[in-house]
Each structure stands twice: as C-alpha cells, then as structure tokens.
C-alpha cells in the first residue's frame, strides 16, 4: 500500500499557467499525494451529462466525477507533458488518487498528463504551457533565430562579393582607357 502524504505537504500557488499545486515538502516516488473528488455524475442521466466546466474527471464511459468543488484541492493541479505525479483511477470504487510517479521537491509544482481527449479539446487551440513544452518552444525560437542570422550573414557577404567584382570591374575600364573624367587632346 502506497504512503499518504500529509495534509501539509502541499498548497495552492501562482503559477504560469494560473493557480497550481505545489509541494511544501519533500514528497517520495509512490506516495499518495491528494484525491480528486466532488459528485458523481452519471453520463446516462441527460441533465447530468449536459454539465461542462474544466475540472471534470472521466472514471469511464459512465461516470465521471465533477471537481469544482471548491474544497478539492487536487483541481488545481495543472498539465504538463513531462509530469511528477499521476491519476490512479478507481472505477469500481469511483475514486482518483494523485500519486507521485518521481521524488518531488519543496517549491516544485505537482502536476500530470491529462490525457489526448482533453489535451486536444482544450490545451492544444491554445498550446502547452507545461515546462518541457516552453522549454522545446524557446529552443525552436533560438534555433530560428540563428538561422535568420545565418541567412542575413550570407545575404550580406554575397552583396559585398557582388561589390567587390563591380568595383574591381571599374579599375579595369580605367585600365583600359575608359575613365569617367574629362576626355580631351592633348595640346601642342
């Protein structure tokens, strides 16, 4: 059976994505760290199936659990594409556990992979805010950057060849009697 981390071992916080859940102290790899509850709603009742809001978790094709109750904490855990924690879904018992998948450290913010359904519907119009995914984001943008620089480089380099052959193409029209002053006789 998995440890249960404190009641203490967490708060709610700023983060970049809005509010988040972040560690207070340290959490170890396989701990339970919170549970994800509110009402059960049943997909099969019209009334209950009509009901949207973000902090709906899936248990199956039947239920699902609505989290926006203000008293579940584990709500403001955010998504991340290389996440600390995971779900550990309970249909039969119609129950989500949040556990550690890695050794979390104070200050550290909890998050895990909301799965593709709700990456596509949701995070995806807009883009992954999670930390692996801004940190690939301004890699591309440095990477972009120098190639604009490379470029810009060889335009540059290319017009200077390009002035170079015409000045040297001047000198050789001055060579060749053919200069831009005055022409006239010499006189006797």
């Not at 709906?56 to 008293?71: A, Q």
Request: contains cysteine; proline residues 4%; positive net charge.
């Amino acid at each position: 059976m998995p440890a249960i981390a404190s009641s203490k071992s967490y708060r709610v916080g700023r983060s970049k994505t809005g509010l988040g859940l972040f560690a207070t102290m340290p959490i170890k790899k396989g701990t339970r760290i919170i549970r994800y509850f509110g009402p059960i709603l049943d997909s099969k009742i019209p009334a209950q199936d009509a009901i949207e809001n973000k902090y709906l978790f899936e248990l199956n094709g039947r239920w699902t659990i609505d989290g926006s109750v203000r008293k579940n904490l584990a709500r403001y855990i955010n998504h991340s594409c290389r996440p600390n924690a995971e779900s550990d879904v309970r249909p039969r018992e119609r129950k989500v556990f949040i556990r550690a998948i890695r050794n979390i450290e104070p200050g550290d913010e909890i998050n895990y992979d909301y799965g593709t359904d709700y990456f596509k519907a949701y995070l995806k119009p807009i883009g992954c805010k999670c930390e692996s995914c801004e940190k690939k984001r301004k890699k591309q943008r440095a990477e972009a950057r120098a190639e604009r620089a490379k470029v810009k480089a060889r335009a540059e380099r290319k017009a200077l060849k390009a002035g170079a052959k015409g000045a040297s193409a001047k000198k050789k029209k001055l060579n060749g009697k053919h200069f831009g002053g005055k022409v006239g006789r010499a006189k006797a």
